[in-house]
């Protein structure tokens, strides 16, 4: 079946610095991905849509600044939380679009922990 | 997208059927029903969809009531593997280039 993969599984940082998370999709192409964070014992709340090309519609109070969403190929799509600051820790999860499914495939997770 | 409510929280023995309501009361005509299934740390698994319909696949079955209005995900022989969060998502699914809205699902405890 469909596979999403992410990398790295997790990652700890300092506060101030820059950290990228790779989301590919391994054997579909996905136009659009979308990127979620989830904090302990909350449900998942989506950050951003990430288009092919295209940039990225971010959600109501996600600072597109802060999380910078780049979606360069159609198996690819990168987002990096700069000048990461401890309240940045939580788990994120991207996800894919199958078209041809009529479904979404999740990612296994990034766990960030910003010291 | 239609708002759905599920139980908080439920309990099922070890290889009995674990039956998860999910209502939907203001579902439109041209929106499925899906399921979602959250293992501890781990991302979101695809379970099933239907639109009105029932629907069975390896995993589990989709019971939707003649109104639409309400749902059951049944997993025929719950393991302890299956302990996870349960999401009931309605939405739109001409396409799937729209965003999928978590609620806050139903933690399953699978006991023995």
């Known amino acids: 079946g469909a596979v999403v993969s992410q990398h790295p599984s997790w990652v700890i940082c300092k506060s101030g610095t820059s950290v990228k998370i790779e989301c590919r999709s391994l054997?579909?192409?996905?136009?659009?991905m979308f990127w979620y964070r989830q904090f302990p014992k909350q449900s998942l709340m989506l950050m951003a849509t990430s288009n092919e090309g295209s940039k990225a519609t971010y959600e109501q109070g996600v600072e597109k600044d802060k999380f910078l969403i780049n979606h360069a190929s159609l198996t690819l799509s990168t987002l990096t939380v700069t000048s990461a600051h401890p309240e940045d820790s939580s788990f994120y999860i991207c996800?894919?679009?199958?078209?041809?499914?009529?479904?979404?495939?999740f990612g296994p997770g990034t766990r960030l922990t910003v010291l | 997208d239609a708002k759905t409510t599920q139980p908080t929280s439920m309990d099922c023995a070890e290889g009995r059927a674990a039956n998860l309501p999910c209502n939907h009361s203001t579902i439109s005509g041209n929106e499925y029903v899906y399921w979602y299934r959250q293992i501890h740390s781990q991302g979101p698994q695809y379970i099933i969809h239907?639109?009105?319909n029932n629907e069975t696949n390896e995993m589990a079955s989709l019971i939707i009531t003649e109104d639409r209005k309400s749902s059951t995900l049944i997993l025929p022989h719950a393991t302890l593997r299956d302990t996870a969060v349960y999401y009931c998502i309605v939405r739109v699914s001409t396409g799937t280039a729209s965003k999928l809205t978590f609620g806050t699902g139903t933690r399953l405890q699978v006991t023995l």
């Open positions: 054997d579909f192409q996905a136009t659009t």
């Open positions: 239907g639109l009105k």
């Open positions: 996800s894919a679009s199958q078209t041809k499914h009529l479904s979404w495939v």
